[in-house]
Structures are given as C-alpha cells and as structure tokens.
C-alpha cells in the first residue's frame, strides 16, 4: 500500500503535483504544513514535526516504539517483514 494511501485514511489531505498536503495531525496546525511526497514515498511536516516513513507516521500517530510499530503495521497491511 502506498505510503499516501495509508496517511490519508488518518489525515485529510489534498493532492498537490507532488503528492498530497493537509494539516498536520502532530501539531495545532493553523495552515497546510503537512505534505506526503509521492515519488518518494515520505511524509514530511513543515513546521518541524518530523518526517519520515509509514513506520515513522505509525510511530508517532500511536506514540509507540519502532519494534511495535513494525509489528502492528505488519498486521494491518498483511505483510510479513
Ligand atoms: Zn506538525
């Protein structure tokens, strides 16, 4: 499942030419500071929040650790890492 996919089941996000930009779901977020890059398959927040990979939006969305992230994210895309 591709990684804007994914984000945009959490997040409300409106297609740009790079990929997908919305408010950001990690901070009070007054503008669009939140963007998903296509081609590159990362999410990124502008205002300082992180970037990243699913497993680092995964991480953060739940407040969880890498090793649980991996494995609840294992279990909802039904792949075995
Ligand atoms: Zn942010």
Redesign the pocket.
């Known amino acids: 499942m591709p990684l804007m996919d994914f984000i945009s089941a959490f997040v409300d996000l409106r297609p740009v030419a790079s990929g997908a930009v919305g408010h ?4 009070d ?1 007054q503008h669009p ?2 963007g998903v890059n296509k081609e590159g398959n990362y999410w990124q ?6 970037s990243g990979s699913i497993i680092d939006f995964w991480m953060k969305w739940k407040g969880i650790e890498f090793p649980q992230a991996v494995a609840e994210l294992a279990e909802i895309l039904g792949v075995v890492k």
């Open positions: 950001c779901p990690f901070h977020d500071s939140f927040c502008f205002s300082g929040c992180g």
